[in-house]
């Protein structure tokens, strides 16, 4: 988790600055120094008013009194709700293409690739929790677009393992009869992790456990014989 945060500046000044970034032409607000601080106030209080009460139900008077800001100014950032998720889908989404581009720049070998990917989505879910829960549990109340935005991001994660479960298949190193289906199993463990905190932690189950577990286990699958230990 130390090396992945330092790695990957996905909280912090650093982080809200990215969001900015990837905002700012939408806000009126164009000094950086004054929309990181609201901002962070912004996304802060959403993700408190959507756990307490669910995003549909969530107004924007309730989002500037929980973020103290004023309607004037929360509109400074925010046109509506439907752009408040699509910033919130999108800062994932690009977190999460960071990640793998930088891991297919290293040219990893394929299990070196899939301990780093696996390993990794399980830092960004402890790192990037509020945003994952938000768009894994609040997409049915979404507009239909946003919805199929939301769903590409567990598609595109997909798509990166069965790339490397085919290049290791190619090269001799792993047996994959259906990588499809088997992509997919491995998504719904990490899944697991965000969707089903409580158990974990009442199980004393730590990060470094699980990913360990699903890494260990896919290698089984793919009759891989080279395990990493962490």
């Known amino acids: 988790m130390e090396a992945f945060r330092a790695a990957w500046p996905f909280e912090g000044e650093a982080f809200w ?20 601080v609201n901002l962070e106030k912004i996304f802060t209080a959403t993700f408190s008013l959507t756990t307490e009460k669910g995003f549909q139900a969530m107004s924007l008077r309730d989002l500037s009194s929980e973020a103290q800001i004023s309607m004037g100014g929360l509109y400074s950032y925010i046109g509506s709700k439907e752009d408040l998720a699509g910033v919130i889908e999108g800062v994932l989404r690009a977190c999460i293409d960071k990640v793998v581009a930088g891991l297919n720049q290293a040219n990893l070998e394929p299990v070196d690739f899939l301990r780093t990917l696996i390993f990794s989505e399980i830092y ?17 109340g979404l507009p239909r677009s946003q919805q199929q935005q939301t769903l590409e991001l567990e598609l595109r994660f997909e798509e990166s393992l069965i790339e490397v479960f085919e290049k290791g298949a190619a090269s001799g190193v792993f047996q994959c009869t259906n990588p499809q289906l088997l992509a997919s199993q491995v998504t ?14 009442l199980r004393g189950v730590t990060n470094d456990d699980y ?6 286990n896919l290698m089984r699958c793919l009759r891989c014989e080279t ?3 962490p």
Do not use: S
């Open 17 to 36: 600055q990215t969001v900015f970034e990837m905002h700012k032409d939408k806000m009126q607000i164009k000094n950086p120094r004054v929309a990181i």
């Open 124 to 140: 960004m879910v402890e790192v990037l929790r509020p945003w994952y829960q938000f768009c894994f549990m609040e997409v049915k």
């Open 188 to 201: 719904a463990q990490l899944e697991q992790w965000h969707l089903k905190q409580w158990k974990f932690k």
């Open 211 to 216: 990913a360990q577990f699903i890494f260990d």
């Open 227 to 229: 395990v990493v230990g």
